[in-house]
């Protein structure tokens, strides 16, 4: 059974520090990764996604990916408050119709 | 790009009526939609699977003859709760993707409250 595995927090961080959240997942076949941001009473929306190991940077945003420790994860500089909600990792494989699988989130709080 | 939309927003409706969502992929073709649904403060959970012009595909636990999906076109996924009942009031999301590795993109959800 796949898996997906995220600390629902909360993570607390002050205003202007680095927040990391982590994903670990099981599939050792899993080739895409997605990170999704919730907040609370709306739908996700799509903040990065990463398919090699490395980082991959995208303004405050910086996706990290271990394939060989199977963990991904997602550090937000420069933290706002506007950043707190709910961050959702997605594990799927690569090609075909694979259905991805979701992680139950990291509840991320912002305090100024 | 790579717009979903959903409709209603918000629906509330009696416990027996059926109610249906509609969720459209506006700028690309989705072959294939998700629907999920989410209880407050809990994850979400995927009910079924979508390609245009085949069956659902229902994840376990979920009744496929409750919860009606059609994906008639390339840009068009319509979920209907059929006999609706206040257990079934929660937030339905869709999301749609173009297919492969791409990335998927959700809808702005429906919240659906039964009396």
């Known amino acids: 059974q796949k898996e997906v595995e995220q600390n629902s927090g909360p993570l607390s961080v002050p205003e202007g520090a680095i927040a990391s959240l982590n994903c670990t997942y099981s599939d050792q076949g899993s080739q895409s990764f997605f990170w999704y941001r919730q907040y609370s009473g709306k739908s996700p929306e799509l903040i990065m996604f990463i398919y090699s190991n490395g980082d991959k940077e995208d303004g405050r945003f910086t996706a990290q990916l271990n394939k060989a420790s199977q963990y991904v994860s997602l550090l937000i500089r420069d933290s706002q408050p506007s950043d707190s909600a709910t961050y959702l990792c997605?594990?799927?494989?690569?090609?075909?119709?694979?259905?991805?699988?979701f992680g139950r989130g990291t509840s991320l709080i912002v305090h100024p | 790009g790579a717009v979903v939309s959903q409709h209603p927003s918000r629906v509330i409706c009696k416990s027996g009526t059926s109610v249906k969502i509609e969720c459209r992929s506006l700028?690309?073709?989705?072959?294939?939609m998700f629907w999920y649904r989410q209880f407050p403060k809990q994850s979400l959970m995927l009910m079924a699977t979508s390609n245009e012009g085949s069956k659902a595909t229902y994840e376990q636990g979920v009744e496929k003859d409750k919860f009606l999906i059609n994906h008639a076109s390339l840009t068009l996924s319509t979920l209907t709760v059929t006999s609706a009942h206040p257990e079934d009031s929660s937030f339905y999301i869709c999301s749609a993707r173009t297919g492969g590795d791409n990335e998927q993109f959700f809808g702005p959800g429906t919240r659906l409250t039964v009396l």
């Open positions: 997605a594990v799927g494989l690569s090609g075909g119709s694979y259905i991805p699988t």
């Open positions: 700028d690309f073709q989705a072959t294939t």
